[in-house]
């Protein structure tokens, strides 16, 4: 009994965070400094039960995102404060939130469990009169009128982590959300989270298996509840 009580306050919490966060194991959590902000410190972290104190598993690593800063996702805009935006396709913005990490993916072959070779005529569709939106699918399925990324003419996509990002094309709520290779030079991106290659790399091993991606701006981690580390 003693027991149950010491881990009740424990349990009590992994109950009342997100969803993708709240029985996760593994977090990858990218935190910009201002909801501007086109960088942001990303840190890897592991626990051994829900409810369990976060560890870090890493050293942090600077994240380039997107080039019009951060967005809170459709899904998360209840956590916005007046002012603060929330995600449309276009904005060039990362859209704020917590989500499960999917497939790796590249254009070369690998072992990791799950993982998508981009070939040629693979595309993401990014249009939201699409019933493909927010999917990777191929040309031949949808055709060339539909908007996309085609992924295998995308250099920084020879290696990378799709995030499985809450679909809503009626709102136009954002989609082709990855973790991906850093292009250099570049200010930002259209949206996803990018990196050098080898932490890509480092964090398709780390997410093998399943974890999660939270991106919150750092004055926002607070409105969580103490469901994400400080």
Known sequence: MAILLLLAPSLALAQTCP??????RKLVLVTPDTITSTTATLRRFTRTSAG?????DAEPVTATIGRGGTAWSHAFRSYALAGEPVKIDGDKRVPAGIYPIGRSFGFGPSRLKGYLRIEEGMTCVDDPSSPAYNTITSRAQVGWKVGG???WRVPEYRRGLVIDYPTNRTAKAGSCIFIHVRKPGAPGT???VSLPEPEVERLQQFASGGAVLAVVPRAALGRFGGCLPD
Not at 52 to 56: I, K, M, Q, T
């Open 19 to 24: 969803v993708p966060l709240a029985n996760a």
């Open 52 to 56: 369990a104190a976060w560890r870090a």
């Open 149 to 151: 990324e085609n992924m």
């Open 190 to 192: 259209s949206g996803c």
